[in-house]
């Protein structure tokens, strides 16, 4: 069975040059994308607080994830579209979509945690779109690609009722604590290649406070969330 996988940066779209007559040379001013209100829970604890902290389950002791980044941002798209004044040539279509990043550190157990949010890109009329969430293991470069990151943990598809990529809990006990909406990733179908899936961290995602567990077998840990701060 073909697994599903979306790893593939989606800033820059395919496009197709067109001729220089009919002025099918001209810019076509794409619309904006933007994350939907009732979406934005999904990073919102993240924002305003400066640290996340976890229990160590193991030993009760206090674990501390600096909040490096948490920011909500435009990203230009640009891709190929029938030229307005002739439908067999390709004008340039650009316009931009909303993204809501955040990064986590802690650099006691050489760990950073990536999270982005990608508003929908409604290109094509009728075809079904998706925001997707994307939490990460390592740091992202300056154009944001998922691919640059050192591995994949989880992928969240927060405007579809059927997930995709994740087994959703409407509540899971984690540590002390009761967590309602945890995603967890689908072994069969993860989201990412097997190549940039990480077999050694593993994380539970809660829609109202991120991240609520990790699993690390590197560092030999478990961590539950405990709050922001």
Same mark, same amino acid.
């Given at each position: ?18 001729? &220089? ?8 001013? @794409? /619309?904006?994308?933007?994350?939907? #209100? ?9 924002? @305003? ?5 976890? &229990? ?9 994830? &600096? ?10 798209? %640009? ?18 979509? *909303? ?22 890109? +409604?290109?094509?009329? /009728?075809? *079904?779109?998706?925001? %997707?969430?994307?939490?990460?293991? @390592? ?25 995709? =990529?994740?087994?959703?809990? =409407?509540? %899971?006990?984690?540590?002390?604590? *009761?967590?309602? /909406?945890?995603? *967890?990733?689908?072994?069969? +179908? ?8 990480? %077999? #050694? ?14 699993? /690390? &077998?590197?560092? +030999? ?9």
């Amino acid at each position: 069975m073909k697994i599903t996988t979306i790893i593939l940066p989606i800033f820059i779209l395919i496009f197709i040059a067109c001729g &220089d007559n009919d002025d099918c040379t001209a810019v076509v001013q @794409g /619309d904006t994308f933007k994350i939907v #209100n009732s979406t934005k829970t999904y990073l919102d604890n993240y924002f @305003g607080p400066e640290k996340v902290v976890f &229990d160590n389950l193991a030993t009760g002791e206090e674990i501390i994830f &600096d909040i490096t980044t948490a920011k909500d941002t435009f990203f230009d798209y %640009q891709t190929g579209v029938e030229c307005p004044n002739n439908p067999g040539l390709i004008s340039q279509l650009k316009g931009n979509v *909303e993204i809501r990043k955040v990064q986590l550190e802690n650099s006691s157990l050489n760990l950073i945690l990536s999270i982005q949010h990608r508003a929908a890109l +409604n290109l094509v009329e /009728d075809a *079904e779109t998706m925001e %997707q969430i994307f939490v990460l293991e @390592g740091e992202l470069n300056e154009l944001d690609q998922i691919a640059s990151a050192n591995s994949g943990l989880l992928v969240i598809t927060p405007t579809l009722e059927e997930q995709l =990529f994740t087994i959703k809990f =409407f509540t %899971q006990m984690i540590g002390s604590k *009761e967590f309602s /909406d945890v995603y *967890e990733i689908n072994p069969l +179908n993860t989201g990412f290649e097997d190549s940039f899936l990480n %077999q #050694n961290l593993f994380i539970k995602y809660a829609k109202s406070k991120g991240i609520v567990y990790i699993k /690390d &077998d590197i560092n +030999n840990i478990e961590l539950a969330y405990n709050r922001v701060e």
